[in-house]
């Protein structure tokens, strides 16, 4: 017959059921409830598309609900920082990308987050490069040619944005700086009165979005001089990258992705990143990026970190020595 416990034997039990009941084996597992996804624009657009293409396939893969949140205001300051504060449990998510995390460093002197410490990415799913178009009936039928004569006519051609700070602002920005030129900045309040001036020939060129350029470059109503990645853009193979031309060492993809607060615990990271993992080598996904413009993107955990870093480190210096400002 067993002989019965005694009290030091029976505190120790009790102890080591305490501690496997509080172990992540007995713990509710993640996610248990809807996990928000913070947009830091408005509806429509980039940030917007991606937030929710992702939050429909992570919710199929996960087994549980992901919520689109827009939280627009100061161009992406308002949501970005919103989701940097949030608990980090894993139920705050952000949609990160070029514009928020690597531009917006040189473009705010006080920043209220730092795109580096107070992140973690879960990962990168499409990147889109821009293209640098001019009116139809400007008489330059190249980079070179366009570069050339601003150099011999500071100021005199003009350049569309579609805002102080903006994407397109910046890049173009950066453009005639390291080209040595002096070339005139219009801004617009978003890029379709930015298109209308182009395309009624009241503004010379404009940087944008490959996707939505690719609408009027192919409708003949402007001409495409110029693209911003590192590669030729399968939407415009015939059309040489800002390297190709040799006007100036500069490059730039605007990628988006997932990211985290930082001090996420580690085991949730890890979950997202498997699951973002497996939406993201879809193949399906991958058809329905690249039908839009965009050139699907396999990065999770430190390989995302490395390219958000590099970025950070590189447009960061560059957007303030060009002095750029958001409105």
Known sequence: MARPLDRRQLLVLAAAAAAAASSPVFAQAYPNKAVR????????????????????????????????????GSGTLVGTDLAAKAAPDGYTLLVGSVSNLALNPGLYPNLPYDSLKD?????????????????????????QDVVAYAKANPGRLLYASAGNGSGQHVLAAALWHLAGVEITHVPYRGAQPAYQDLLGGRVDLFFDLSPTARVQVDAGNARALAVSGPARNPMHPDVPTVLETRVAQLELESWFGLFAPARTPADV?????EAFGQVVAAPELGESLAKGGGKPLQLTGEAARAVV?????????LVRTLGVRAD
């Open 37 to 72: 996804i913070v947009v830091p624009q408005p509806p429509g657009g980039g940030f917007d598309s991606v937030g929710r293409l992702l939050a429909d396939r992570l919710g199929k893969q996960m087994g549980q609900g992901f919520v689109v949140e827009n939280r627009a």
């Open 119 to 143: 992140f973690e990415p879960i990962g990168l799913a499409v990147s889109y490069s821009y293209t640098l178009m001019a009116r139809k009936d400007l008489p330059f039928r190249t980079l």
């Open 269 to 273: 990271l890890a979950r997202l990143r």
């Open 309 to 317: 870093r590099r970025d950070v480190e590189r447009w960061a210096p």
